[in-house]
């Protein structure tokens, strides 16, 4: 007769311990992940928190009252083309001749599309705009506590050292139809604030440059206090 085999049991008995054991691992392993992703959330959160408290931080700024404002250009100036070519039309369809409907169509573009980009660069570049903080001139914005001092306006024949000094601005020069305001930067840098308008211009700057001065804040908020 085969004897039993008395292994067996043991066998069964050794593999119920090893699936408990992998049951527990695949459990702590379920945790670990739990707590990672867990992890990760809070993460997330906090860096929404800061980012929260940045854009608070950024949107908090108060520049206070636009003061002087130029655009440096004028979107009407766009229309000119148009009229213009309006006005040829005219001309040829009144007239015996024939009309040059693609000539016209080519050279409306073209005038558009060159005033476009004209007025465009001008409000980009020759633009200034004036607040109770700061001073922006083209695409360059500096705080008025930067500016250390306010030169007058030279009217005697010596040339001043500020005139030949370079312009605020992305520009290497004053641009056209525009004066310079000589200013000292704080870092002792000598340079030209500029306008069209230079007289109204200069005294906005100098009232508002000797508000900053003494650390007045813009007057929304001093009438807020």
């Known amino acids: 007769m085969t004897e039993p085999d008395e292994s067996r049991p043991d066998d069964e008995?050794?593999?119920?311990?090893?699936?408990?054991?992998?049951?527990?691992?695949?459990?702590?392993?379920?945790?670990?992940?739990?707590?990672?992703?867990?992890?990760?959330d809070d993460t997330d959160t906090a860096a929404a928190d800061d980012t929260a408290t940045d854009d608070d931080t950024a949107e908090a700024v108060d520049e206070g009252e636009v003061l002087f404002y130029e655009p440096g250009g004028s979107w009407w100036v766009v229309s000119i083309g148009p009229i213009l070519i309006g006005a040829v039309l005219a001309?040829?369809?009144?007239?015996?001749?024939?009309?040059h409907w693609p000539v016209m169509m080519i050279f409306a573009v073209i005038l558009v599309g060159f005033s476009l980009v004209q007025v465009h660069a001008a409000r980009t570049h020759v633009s200034v705009r004036l607040t109770e903080v700061t001073l922006q001139q083209g695409t360059r914005k500096l705080p008025l506590t930067d500016i250390a001092k306010i030169y007058p306006e030279n009217n005697g024949p010596e040339h001043q050292t500020w005139e030949s000094a370079r312009a605020l601005g992305e520009l290497p020069a004053v641009p056209r139809r525009r004066k310079g305001?000589?200013?000292k930067l704080a870092d002792g840098g000598l340079a030209q604030a500029w306008a069209r308008d230079v007289g109204r211009f200069r005294d906005e700057?100098?009232?508002?440059?000797?508000?900053?001065?003494?650390?007045?804040?813009?007057?929304?908020?001093?009438?807020?206090s």
Do not use: Y
């Open 13 to 40: 008995a050794n593999e119920i311990p090893d699936v408990a054991e992998t049951a527990a691992d695949a459990a702590d392993a379920t945790a670990e992940a739990a707590d990672d992703t867990a992890d990760t």
């Open 91 to 99: 001309t040829e369809i009144a007239g015996p001749g024939q009309v």
């Open 181 to 183: 305001v000589g200013v």
């Open 205 to 224: 700057l100098t009232v508002a440059h000797q508000a900053a001065q003494m650390g007045l804040p813009p007057r929304g908020r001093r009438d807020d």
